[in-house]
C-alpha cells in the first residue's frame, strides 16, 4: 500500500513541477485536514465545534464555528510549508499574502484557492461535508507583491485540485493533471493510503443530484432534464441523490456515475457554488476523471474570473449526461 508522499515520489516524472515542492504542499493539506478530521469527529460532543459563530461571512452567509477553525487551520499549515505565496478562502473577503522566508522566497510560488469547510449546514447533523482545493502558479514576478491577477486565473490554468471528504471514512482526492487518485486516511496512523487508483466516472450513467425542492425556480431547460432522468426508456429512470454536500454528492458520482447540478435559480441568478473554490477544482477533476464541467453554455474550465467570490452554475459529471443537459439548455432558449 503506497501512501500518498510515496504515490508521488513514485510518479514524479508526471509531474511538471518540483516534487519536493508539490510534497510540502501536499505535508500542509495532510496536517489541516487531520486536525478537521479529529475535530468532525468529536462535533456533537463539544459546544466549541457545533454550531453557528454568530459572524456572517463575504458571501453573506451564517458562518459556522467549524468554517471558522477550517480556515485558520488551512492558513497557518500553509505558512508553516514556505511554499504557498497566497491563499484565498472562501471565508475571507480579501486574498491572503504569505511572506516566505527571504533567503529562499523563490520556493514560495503556489497561490491556493479553497473552501475549508464546503457544505457546513451539515455539520450539525453527521452528515459528510468537505474541503475543496484548487491550486496555481503566481503570473507576478517573484520580488514583486501579489495582484488579484494572480488569484483570478482560469480553471484550466489549474496545476493540482482536489477534494477531503469528511464522510464513514476520511478521503482525500486530487488530481495534478495525469488522472484522479484517492488516498484513504488510517486514523489509527494517521496516514494517507492509496485506496482509489485512476478514478474515472464508470460508463453506466445512474444518478442525478439537483436539490429539486427548487424545482419551479429552474429554468425550461432544467426542468426539461429532470423529466428526461424520471423517463422510463433505455437505462432510465436515473436514481435521485442529493446530500447537500458538493464534497458528498460530487465524490458519490464519480464512484458510482452521476451528474451534479447547481443551476442559476430564482434565489440565485449567477448560480450558488462559487467559481474559484468550488466549481473550478471540480471541473478539473471531472475532466480528469473521463468527464465533463458546464455552466450550461461553456466550459467551467474557460470562463473568465472578474472577481475572488464570483458565482457560477455548476453542472459536472459523465460527458453523456452534461452534453444532454447542454442540449436541453440550448433546447429551450
Ligand atoms: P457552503 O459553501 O456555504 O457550504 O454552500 C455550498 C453548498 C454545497 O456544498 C452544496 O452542494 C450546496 O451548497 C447545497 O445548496 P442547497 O442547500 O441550496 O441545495
Ligand atoms: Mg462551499
Redesign the pocket.
Do not use: Q, V
Given at each position: 500500500m503506497y501512501t500518498l508522499g510515496e504515490f508521488i515520489i513514485k510518479n514524479r516524472d508526471r509531474f511538471s513541477y518540483s516534487t519536493e515542492s508539490l510534497l510540502r504542499l501536499f505535508s500542509s493539506i495532510k496536517l489541516a485536514s487531520k486536525a478537521i478530521h479529529k475535530e468532525v469527529n468529536k462535533a456533537g460532543l463539544t459546544e466549541e465545534i457545533i454550531g453557528s459563530s454568530g459572524i456572517t461571512n463575504v458571501q453573506g452567509?451564517n458562518q459556522q464555528k467549524l468554517d471558522q477553525f477550517a480556515h485558520r487551520v488551512f492558513i497557518e499549515s500553509f505558512k508553516s510549508r514556505n511554499v504557498v505565496c497566497g491563499i484565498a478562502s472562501?471565508e475571507s473577503k480579501d486574498f491572503i499574502v504569505i511572506k516566505g522566508k527571504q533567503e529562499d522566497i523563490s520556493q514560495n510560488q503556489y497561490i491556493v484557492l479553497i473552501?475549508p469547510l464546503?457544505?457546513?449546514?451539515n455539520i450539525d447533523v453527521n452528515v459528510s461535508i468537505g474541503t475543496i482545493f484548487s491550486v496555481y502558479m503566481r503570473k507576478s514576478p517573484i520580488k514583486m507583491n501579489l495582484t488579484i491577477e494572480d488569484f483570478l486565473q482560469k480553471g484550466n490554468q489549474q496545476i493540482l485540485a482536489g477534494y477531503i471528504i469528511y464522510g464513514s471514512s476520511t478521503i482525500l482526492v486530487y488530481s495534478a493533471g495525469n488522472g484522479v487518485h484517492g488516498f484513504t486516511l488510517d486514523p489509527s496512523f494517521g496516514t494517507f493510503y492509496l485506496s482509489h487508483y485512476n478514478i474515472c466516472f464508470p460508463k453506466m450513467e445512474k444518478i442525478y443530484s439537483i436539490?429539486e425542492g427548487n424545482y419551479y425556480k429552474f429554468s425550461n431547460g432544467i426542468k426539461k432534464f429532470i423529466r428526461y432522468c424520471q423517463e422510463k426508456k433505455d437505462n432510465r429512470p436515473y436514481t435521485a441523490r442529493y446530500i447537500?454536500?458538493?464534497v458528498g454528492?460530487f465524490h458519490r458520482n464519480l464512484i458510482q456515475g452521476g451528474i451534479y447540478i447547481?443551476p442559476k435559480t430564482a434565489s440565485y441568478p449567477e448560480g450558488?457554488?462559487r467559481l474559484l473554490y468550488e466549481c473550478n477544482p471540480m471541473a478539473f477533476l471531472s475532466e480528469q476523471a473521463g468527464g465533463k464541467a458546464s455552466d450550461g453554455n461553456q466550459r467551467i474550465l474557460d470562463i473568465e474570473p472578474t472577481k475572488l467570490h464570483q458565482r457560477s452554475p455548476l453542472i459536472c459529471g459523465p460527458k453523456g449526461m452534461v452534453s444532454k443537459l447542454e442540449e436541453f439548455i440550448v433546447d429551450c432558449e
Open positions: 452567509e472562501e473552501d464546503d457544505g457546513s449546514s436539490n447537500g454536500s458538493l454528492d447547481y450558488k457554488l
